[in-house]
């Protein structure tokens, strides 16, 4: 696909005035960009600076041009030629982490790519407690609009070290996703409203605004996927770019899971998407001896002839497990029958099982290393969550998990979790595994993707359009099939054959 | 006409967020304006503070928008109902007075107007003056930039004063119309160009830019008339809104004669433009014993049997003699038969014509107040410049003077000199004296009807793609026509009926 992003950058031979054509120099620019550009619109600072510059550099010249979402700005003139030095950002603003790219706006190439924490957290691990905390105080509300532009720009400024790419001079626009929480807080809105009935959000949809309006030091704009609601925000719109599911005939699952759930299911024909509160089992940062996926931490488990055989990041002792690390051992306990299909450590199957701290059972996975019952319980919960909202939504459809040709996973979570031991838990329904997508980090390639063509912009308006949104905390039904879900891998595990299959060959089969 | 302006203030009965409906603050306010506006801009300061006024507010507020030539912007949300203050400004920045008006945006009143000296004038009375003050020098470019924009405060002060409006809450919008070097220095540019070949300016048409950009404390749009020329500036195009030249069936001449004579020829079918130096005799202070019309000045002369009799501005001592004096002055000397048709004082014809200074003739015009010949020739040149111009444009279109069914003299000068004293000098056409018409400041009420209308845009552009442009100083025989035209009233003076029957009537035939 063509690149036809939010900035060009174009050299400029310009013929000096004489007396035969001593037309204004304003003319003269706009004139050298019309037929590309129409009715560009000449930054003050620009027009300003504009004469002086045209002759110092003899007439050639390099114009910046920024899209408004409607027309091309003029934002930037500078000597001789400098259309190489052409880049962009994009920005994954999540509610921990802010994850950012560097992008070749020529060659749409991936230049940098960084991340790092959202300065936010120190006002709250969790959403509630920042936007507690700014409530009824606009003066904090500015703190962490603040903090969150500084998040964006410690890892400017490590982009810049890294690659020697100054982003204020060369880096026109920014394309950012992040659920509605997060821009509120970027564009300096009071999210109170996203948690609290009747969720009448102040935006659902901010316009583009000029990156020095927003505080970034960018001369061109800034623009913001749209949320469809309150829990449904830009992140999954943008997810819905970076997969093409919108646009594709194939019908689709699109799951993201983490504190919360997000779900889209459609195809061109049509889109719904529903959203609910999953747990933040997955995240790892919950259960006792959980850990984010950091240096120490358990990622993968494997269990054989009765020993836990594990893999540690940065090849270090472990100190705790991370979320793959998590559905990897509960799916190695479940086949080896020391988990029950209820989801209840089996006391005796193993020495390895034993209670632990207020005569609660736990397992010991590695050397004074725990994984407890009630975190088993709390992850069955979120998976059951997660499940539920598929088959909430399908039955919803008249559908059924066989009509699904795709099934993403969206999130760095996503990547790490193996695809088999996903299936094994019932966080997966158990489908062909290439059917079986897990993309990555979705919400960041979308604005990757709306960063190099601007047409998305009114694709996403029609998305927007198009998609129905089912909020699933209001759905009377949904606890009873959760329930169900609960199960590993399914109550109903005739919908799971190859974990039966599995089963069976290790002599347990489920009747 | 109905009023159309560039600014709407709407009043909002907004129903508040309810479970059934949760649709966003921001598209709640936008969806009540979409019918009437469309896509409509909202400031990013109008977004910040939307939500908490809204409820403060009970839902009842009132939105400001201000068009930037494209789309609307919301630049305003107050409380409960302000329509009632909607106000405006239309301004005519001349390069030694300033004129504003306050108008009423919904009946299109003149609530307020003033005048006052550009400040620019402290850096040199005469506009080159100016230009080489600045030349090489941006920071005294921007000294100029800023006297300009505390001329306008200086205004905006009295008009608060005198009316109670609050300008920054109140007025949203600017129209401004001034020649080419005023637009460049209230736009922050260097106007060197527009006397320098060739000719190339930075500019003749600024874009809209904000009120706050500009430096104005006006939270809506700018609108600068655009200029056709360097020495054709958006003064004059602001007077052919005013006029209706370029819409009407009817032949017109348009001409505006100060230290630059500029002039218009045309109707709805076509238009024809020139400029040039014409001199600064008009402008009353040259001349010896010239001054402004201020109190003191000698603004009418008769000559009734032999002996003058001055009316003085303000009842004083007469100190001096303004442009209307002036031209009064030198009617009554011909018909007097004091002055022959060459200009020439007739030294014996009376006492009160003598040798002065240098042995140069003068004429005592009142006791201790003489006007010399020289003075007298520095007024015909000028006369002759104006006259030549009219008379070139009429010879290129194949066209006489008796074609034309309105002369407009244009300018506050225009509004003083009398018809028959102008007709005598040879400044206006022998033309029946209803065509001949003296609207007075043209500039500054093409101002405000484009305040009012913002249609006029896209009517002025048309009107500069119609208008054909003639520099006469570029042009071969304009000397030679000059020549003839500096006689009084002419050389040709078959020309001048009713001023040949004067003189027949006071027994001077010119035969």
């Not at 983490?258 to 889109?271: A, D, P, R, S």
């Not at 029958?337 to 010991?364: F, H, N, Y």
């Not at 891998?489 to 009747?511: C, F």
Request: charged share 25%; proline share 5%.
């Amino acid at each position: 696909m063509t690149i036809d992003s939010w900035s060009r950058k174009r050299y400029l031979i310009l013929e000096p005035p004489t007396e035969e054509d001593n037309c204004p120099d304003q003319e003269r620019l706009l004139r050298s960009l019309r037929p590309e550009f129409h009715q560009v619109i000449l930054e003050l600072p620009v027009l300003r600076k504009m004469s002086a510059l045209c002759q110092e550099a003899c007439w050639q010249v390099t114009a910046s041009l920024s899209w408004d979402g409607y027309r091309w700005h003029l934002v930037e003139l500078e000597k001789g030629d400098t259309t190489q030095r052409h880049y962009g950002l994009c920005a994954d603003l999540g509610s921990t982490t802010l994850a950012l790219e560097l992008i070749h706006m020529d060659t749409g190439e991936v230049l940098y790519q960084t991340s790092g924490l959202n300065r936010q957290t120190a006002y709250g691990e969790d959403i509630l407690t920042r936007i507690f905390y700014c409530k009824d105080h606009p003066e904090r509300l500015e703190e962490l609009r603040r903090e969150t532009l500084e998040s964006f720009q410690a890892l400017f400024d490590r982009a810049e070290e890294e690659t020697g790419i100054s982003i204020s001079r060369d880096c026109l626009n920014l394309v950012v996703s992040g659920n509605t929480t997060m821009t509120h807080f970027l564009y300096g809105l009071d999210p109170f409203p996203v948690f609290a009935a009747p969720y009448a959000v102040r935006t659902l949809a901010p316009q583009v605004y000029r990156g020095e309006e927003l505080g970034f030091p960018l001369k061109g704009h800034v623009y913001s996927y749209p949320s469809k609601a309150n829990y449904l925000g830009g992140d999954i719109l943008s997810g819905m770019i970076a997969t093409g599911i919108p646009f594709g005939e194939e019908l689709c699952v699109f799951l993201d899971i983490g504190t919360n759930g997000e779900l889209v299911i459609g195809n061109q024909e049509f889109l719904i998407s529903g959203a609910g509160a999953a747990g933040p089992a997955l995240e790892g940062g919950v259960v006792k001896t959980g850990m984010r996926a950091e240096p120490g931490a358990v990622d993968r488990v494997e269990l054989r002839e009765g020993q836990f055989h594990l893999h540690v990041l940065g090849e270090q002792e472990p100190r705790g497990i991370c979320g793959s690390g998590i559905v990897d051992l509960i799916a190695q306990l479940f086949l080896e029958g020391w988990l029950d299909m209820r989801g209840k450590l089996q006391e005796g199957s193993t020495p390895l099982i034993c209670p632990r701290e207020e005569q609660e059972l736990a397992v010991e996975y590695g050397p004074g290393l725990f994984f407890y019952q009630s975190d088993i319980d709390e992850f069955l919960k979120t998976k059951a969550a997660a499940n539920t909202m598929v088959e909430y939504l399908l039955r919803q459809l008249g559908l059924q998990l066989s009509d699904i040709q795709r099934f993403y996973v969206a999130g760095a979570f996503g990547t790490h979790i193996s695809k088999e031991a996903g299936v094994t838990v019932g966080l997966y329904p158990d489908i062909p595994r290439d059917q079986l997508i897990l993309p990555g980090n979705t919400s960041l390639d979308g604005a990757r993707q709306m960063l190099l063509h601007r047409e998305y912009r009114e694709r996403v308006e029609e998305i927007l359009d198009k998609m129905e949104y089912v909020q699933f905390g209001a759905v009377e039904d949904f606890l009873q099939i959760m329930v169900a879900a609960t199960a590993i891998p399914h109550t109903e595990y005739q919908r799971y054959p190859s974990v039966m299959e599995q089963l069976a060959k290790r002599g347990r089969p489920l009747e």
